[in-house]
């Protein structure tokens, strides 16, 4: 390749809306550029990225044994009401008619679809396993698009889906694709984690996430150092911080805390640590009288407990039995059932019935703090048993850093990180809705096991990125690099020798498979080498009259800080070498 018959268009300065690194580099770089509100027109230097992308994603999916199809873009609203995502996957979902009025989706995902294909095909046991996989537009019609690719609307995803005649059969599947995932994102030479998650709207049984590590990432990843253990923040299990629950060493007092409406205001008022407070969130539940649809509406008063110091983590609520349709509650309910305000509400004394559930660490707390729910007061010396009926007990929190691990062979860390990929498991979750079966050994009908396997292709270029910068540029790896070597020629205009050394080498580069691009533009240095750092080609080689007179030319690694001689006649093989080749 030839930079002058390419196009490079780089920049100085990044917009003023893109507000991550990664944004502001590849708007920089030239490989992106903005049409829309989270849409992107990929220009040729990201667009040999994504390319690099989705080679490493096929080669590995194809040795998995997975079969490309490509499903399309526009989908029939008939799929999605089968399965109840219509009404329940919510406005991300772009739903359109056409010209007849029939309801369509723009696809943000494609379960609907390949059950649709699997039902009509699959018929029998001995069709299976079945993995299918196409790498295809998607579109979320994100409320707030951001960060460009890490948070677009129109994005290029590589979903995979796999059909298995029983559970065994099915988590085997999902286990080659797990491994299959730690082979590609190995190969992108990035830096990740998998982590147990939760299904969220996908729905199943059990899924990992694979996360590129940077300390600009949304997620919070828990593992431990110590162990396998990996989760991210909502499906990471809180231990509880005491093992028991110690014998009360006080009497209950009713406390005047005025101006009080927070545990740490609490503690210093009392002079106490914050963990010997609890916190109240008060929750209502409505549900139609009788399990009735249409019938009258009643409200169940909930409250959850967590020690002062922890926070609530809402995908655990949910999955408390009876909270799944949860809301927190009004002031105006709160006063109702307690007969006071936000801030001095506590399991003890309220007007209402009330459920209580408390998380597993204030489950084994004794003496605690809580609201008397009276303003200005708060009861000391609080215990379970004594003063106040025992809770249901729940995981509700978020862990912190020093936790035990769930798996009792350490404790936990959290670092940051960018989901790029997710694996589920879903059972039959689809296939029953959709009445995809097919028919076992004793030709009965059954309903197909599925697992499906998501990476957001685009989405891995912002990742890299946040995960390799400096002040250059971008520092790609080798493997997804838009090209993995530049020449860099000084004068190759004016001296036939090192128009002749640039000919040479890059012939015999790309003949020994190297992706090499010459730029011949006739630059000056300084706004050359800005260029490809910038772009972040991964190994640059300079070739000048006064190197190739001594018999050397220049090599600089994008993250050297500086140059090496290397002789002429082995710098194919210094190159080589550095690609591990």
Known sequence: MRASRFFISTQKEAPSDAEIVSHQLMMRAGMIKRLG???????????????KVEAIIRDEMNKAGAIEMLMPLVQPAELWQETGRWDKFGPEMMR??????????????????????????????RQLPLNFYHIQTKFRDERRPRFGLMRGREFTMKDAYSFDRDLAGMQASYQVMFDAYSAIFTR??????????????????????????????????????TSDYAANMEAAEAMPIASSRPAAAHALEKTATPGTVKCEQVAALLGIDLAHTVKTIALTVEKEEGGKPGGKLIKENWMLLLRGDHELNEVKVAKVPGLANHRFATEAEILECYGTIPGYLGPIGCKQ??????DRTVANMADFVCGANVEGFHFTGA???????????ADL?????????????????????????????LGTAYSEKMKATFLDENGKPAPLQMGCYGIGVTRILGAAIEQNFDDKGIVWPSAIAPFEVVLCPMGMDRSEMVKSEVESLYAALTAAGVDVIVDDRGL???AMFADWELIGVPHRVVIGE?????GNLEYQGRRDFDATAVPVAGMVDFIKGKLGR
Request: charged share 25%.
């Open 397 to 425: 929190r978020n862990v912190v850093e020093g936790d035990a691990s769930p798996d009792g062979k350490g404790v936990l860390a959290i670092e940051r990180g960018i989901e790029v990929g997710h694996v589920f498991q």
């Open 546 to 550: 006064r190197g190739l007179k001594e």
């Open 524 to 526: 000056r240095p300084g």
């Open 96 to 125: 359109v008619k056409d010209r007849h009025g029939r309801d369509y989706v723009i696809q943000p995902t494609s379960e609907e679809a390949v059950t649709d294909v699997a039902r009509a095909e699959i018929k029998s046991y």
């Open 188 to 225: 992108f030479g990035l830096k990740f984690r998998a982590v147990a998650a939760d299904n969220g709207a996908i729905g199943g049984s059990g899924s990992h996430e694979f996360h590129v590590i940077a300390s600009t990432g949304e997620d919070a990843l828990v593992y431990c150092p």
């Open 353 to 358: 019935p009330v459920t209580v559930v408390a």
């Open 383 to 393: 215990n379970w048993g004594r003063d106040v009926t025992e809770p249901l007990v």
């Open 37 to 51: 509100s989270g849409i992107y027109t990929y220009m040729p230097t990201g667009l040999r990225v994504i390319r």
